[in-house]
């Protein structure tokens, strides 16, 4: 095939895995597959943990499809779909696991605005401990921060004016809480949703709570 349609397949595959990812994540591991996800909204007691599963999950697909393209006569161009989801998760392994997450610590930190609203966003996402609610479900594009704010306090069920964005009642969540080693000076002031468990607080946060 020519390269053209072979750089389109690993394109066109690379996007949809964005809305197969957001979908999978929303629906199924927030609902029937909490029992695994649920390990990634508590504090991380191991290097491993259930929610893994799900990135085995889907290198073993990656594979498979790459391992038809070799086998199945008129299906080589499954390899390339196979590239782009591998290209993918290396993409979501480096944004989520280490940038977001630092389940390995490098002294370098994000600086470029995109980034950072994608690591603030999942943050945000880590607000809600359980299986319904929640924001920002997709892992390299997000809505802007302050829409994703004004969401969890809709959810908690508190007006804006009873809830500013500058309000004491705000605090911040420790990444700590969710295995991140960002310093503090990188954590962001974020809307506890109620019902959640109490978050814990760095030093210099507002006292007050939702």
Excluded at 107 to 121: N, T, V
């Amino acid at each position: 095939m020519a390269l053209w349609f072979n750089v389109a397949l690993v394109a066109t595959s690379f996007a949809v895995m964005e809305f197969l990812a957001w979908a999978i994540h929303k629906y199924i591991m927030h609902g029937w597959a909490w029992r695994w996800h649920k390990s990634h909204h508590a504090p991380r007691r191991n290097l491993v943990e259930p929610n893994d599963a799900f990135s085995f999950l889907f290198a073993t697909a990656a594979i498979a499809l790459m391992i038809a393209a070799q086998t199945l006569s008129g299906w080589g161009w499954l390899l390339w779909v196979g590239v782009g989801m591998t290209l993918y998760g290396l993409v979501y392994w480096l944004v989520h696991d280490i940038m977001t997450h630092r389940r390995i610590h490098l002294p370098w930190q994000p600086s470029h605005s995109y980034l950072q609203r994608l690591i603030e966003a999942h943050h945000l996402h880590h607000v809600t401990r359980e299986r319904e609610g929640g924001v920002a479900f997709g892992f390299l594009y997000t809505a802007p921060v302050e829409e994703l704010r004004k969401e969890l306090v809709r959810q908690a069920g508190a007006s804006e004016a009873h809830f500013p964005s500058k309000s004491p009642l705000l605090h911040r969540q420790s990444a700590e809480d969710h295995g991140s080693k960002l310093p503090a000076s990188q954590h962001r002031s974020v809307v506890r949703v109620r019902g959640s468990p109490p978050l814990r607080q760095d030093p210099e946060a507002p006292s007050s709570h939702v």
